[in-house]
């Protein structure tokens, strides 16, 4: 997206998308390259930021970065889901239901002497 247009200004289109699509990431590309507006526009919610001219590799390395990022965090969401986290814990056994007390140490028989 540019970040300069007609009718609204790229950070506001940006405000826009990210509110409506949170998990939609959008990268800003811009002709008008002014010192702080990568920064602002990162700071809003934007995946990077690029200016014109744009190199096709950095704008495919930029968007493939962008979509992996979305692809984690979408992956990290659903296994700290409560059903995601059901499904780790195996086994039927009630110590299993019980927390696991690991700071405290197990208390042993003492050992016969000879």
Request: with cysteine.
């Amino acid at each position: 997206m540019t970040s300069r247009l007609a009718r609204a200004s790229g950070l506001e289109v940006l405000a826009t998308v990210t509110k409506e699509f949170p998990d939609t990431p959008v990268v800003l590309i811009t002709a008008y390259a002014e010192p702080g507006a990568a920064m602002d526009a990162i700071g809003s919610g934007a995946a990077d930021y690029l200016a014109k001219p744009v190199d096709i590799v950095a704008l495919r390395t930029t968007v493939a970065r962008a979509l992996e990022r979305r692809r984690l965090a979408s992956e990290n969401r659903s296994l700290r889901s409560p059903i995601a986290v059901a499904k780790v814990l195996v086994g039927t056994s009630p110590c299993h239901a019980r927390p696991v007390q690991a700071d405290r140490p197990k208390s042993r028989p003492p050992t016969p002497r000879s």
